[in-house]
């Protein structure tokens, strides 16, 4: 029943926060009797049925879609690389912000004023405005 929810809604956002629990479960378990994030798991992860995409935000879609997300990985690719300063080698920045935390305990990226600003596979319109400091986790 998930993999027919998923298809009548043709996308279901994933959001990586947890509160009470992700949104992409609270999305299937209120929608899908007896619904646990296992049968997503094995929709995507075994039987393939479902995937993961990226377009601005990260979705689950059923696999026969997966068209319109790779059209949209050949248009960035296509981009002269200098249109976009993509996260690379992060080590300098990551150490300055773990020394700050070392020092002075748990921190928000908020709180650091690294100025550098990046782009990557979250922002598909190419422009450089994520913090390179709300990167280390990628």
């Not at 899908?32 to 049968?39: A, H, I, L």
């Not at 080698?89 to 748990?106: D, K, N, Q, T």
Request: hydrophobic share 35%; glycine share 8%.
């Amino acid at each position: 029943m998930t993999l027919q929810v998923v298809k009548a809604l043709e996308y279901v956002q994933i959001d990586p926060m947890r509160v009470l629990e992700c949104n992409h479960h609270l999305a299937l378990g209120s929608r899908v009797p007896g619904y646990t994030p296992g049968v997503l798991d094995d929709l995507l992860y075994v039987r393939r049925r479902l995937v993961e995409v990226i377009a601005r935000n990260r979705y689950v879609v059923p696999s026969r879609t997966t068209g319109c997300s790779a059209r949209g990985c050949r248009n960035r690719a296509q981009k002269p690389a200098a249109e976009n300063r993509v996260l690379g080698s992060p080590e300098a920045m990551m150490s300055r912000v773990l020394r700050r935390i070392e020092a002075e305990g748990a921190m928000s990226s908020l709180d650091f004023d690294e100025a550098e600003t990046v782009s990557g596979w979250w922002d598909p319109d190419g422009e450089n405005r994520t913090r390179a400091a709300r990167t280390g986790n990628r």
